[in-house]
């Protein structure tokens, strides 16, 4: 009996086991799936929203034939066949190891090297007038131009102008194609142009882009009468742009292509152009004086003050200058040259590099918040109304170029003017030889031909001149001359 009641409890004890395995597993097998059933909805919903959030806009209107796109080609045709690629040769002296020196002393330098460089030029007239940028030829001793035809020419430098970094070649032929000017002043912003151009040696490369602004100074003109009004684009330019053309939508240049705005030297969004308003007086004073005539009003202003409250206020009246003359007085505010407002600097220069010395101009200004007029008869940088031929030339007899920056570092100067061919003027005389480099004059440092052009217009007639320089062979030396 004893044995069977124990069956009976065990067989009991399987069956309540096997019962609530049953429910459990009945159980879990609901759970599971209510959970499963729940959470593809909750993905069901996620993706429903996340594709209502989703816009697509069409690649073309519906209606295509209503909208008109900007047409290139005519402006494209006419000016690849007047932009050329200017190939500069020049000889580049290969010194020794500084560090070398400081310890064994002195070495000549080992030898000379041919070097090349490679830019752009536009061609402004049928019998061989071509323009590029000064910094493109300033060190060349050869420049060779190739034609969008394959056609090769030795051309000459007619003259450069560092301040406004242009510069005049000629080549000797006849019936070529030419770009005609433009009018960069009424060019407005959000327009169209083409910048043509070699860039890394790829002839005739056509970018497009826009007007993004005007009057841009940006400081990387090294001369002391540096003239920056650069129209700022977005139309892609590159290493050999330089000197090419900006051209407007109806083939008509309106700047030379001078600089990029980048950390990589590579285009990165800004371009820079020269307006082809100061390109053209620039071009026609070299043409007919062999000088550019700057006309100076002979005043001082805060350029930063200006740029940053927008208004020209004299700082400095130079005693016996145009504006000295006229009555300007420090404190005054010019409000307009020849019925044109200015604001900024890069304005003040864009007008003023307009006019010639003995040019006379009206200026309004504002004095004790009053307004007047007065009447300005400009000067050059002598201070007289004269205009100027081939200066320095004529005093001192000499051709001049600008060193580079390895002259800078292994002669370890800041800056200077090289004697390129010595003459037949007052520094033979003194006995200066080609390739000294001029650091200061009277005392003076002087970076450019402008600024000895400033420094000589001080000194009286028979007054002293005491040059201090360095050779390429880094021997010291001054010379002292009556001019």
Known sequence: ?????????????????????????????????????SSWEIGEIAL?????????????????????YPDFTYAAEQAVHCVVHVKVKSKQRVYSNPFYEF????????????V???????????????????HVIERADEIEVTLNDKRIFTATLVGADPSSDIALLKVDETGLQFLTYGDSENLKVGEWVLAVGNPYNLTSTVTAGIVSAKARKLG????????ESFIQTDA???????????????????????????????????????????????VTDLREYGAVQRAMLGITIDAEYAEKNKVISVETVLEEG?????????????????????????????QLSKYRPNDEVELTIERNKKIQTLKVTLRNVKNTTQLIKNDPDDILGAKFEGINDRERRTLRIRSGVKVKDVGQGKLKEAGVRNGFIITRMNDVAVSSVNDINEVLSLIKSNGRVVIDGVYLDGRVAYYVFAK
Do not use: W
Not at 48 to 68: C, F, G, I, K, M
């Open 1 to 37: 009996m004893f044995h069977l009641n124990q069956c009976f409890m065990k067989i009991k004890n399987i069956l309540v086991s096997l019962t609530i395995a049953l429910v459990g597993g009945f159980v879990a097998v609901f759970v599971y799936a209510r959970l499963t059933k």
């Open 48 to 68: 429903e929203n996340r594709s209502a959030q989703v816009h697509y806009a069409a690649l073309h209107p519906q209606n295509a034939q209503d909208v008109t």
């Open 103 to 114: 310890f064994y002393g002195y070495r000549p330098p080992r030898q000379v090297i041919p």
């Open 116 to 134: 090349e460089g490679y830019g752009s030029g536009v061609i402004i007239s049928e019998d061989g007038y071509i323009i590029t940028n000064n």
């Open 220 to 227: 990387i003109i090294s001369d002391a009468m540096a003239i």
């Open 236 to 282: 892609a330019v590159n290493p050999g742009n330089s000197g090419g053309a900006l051209v407007n939508t109806r083939g008509e240049l309106v700047g030379i292509n001078t600089a990029i705005a980048s950390q990589t030297g590579t285009y990165s969004g800004n371009s820079f152009a020269v307006p082809v308003f100061i390109v053209q007086k620039v």
């Open 322 to 350: 145009a504006a000295f003359a006229a009555g300007l007085k420090e404190g005054d505010i010019i409000k307009t040259i020849d019925g044109v407002s200015i604001s900024s600097y890069a304005e003040l220069q864009d």
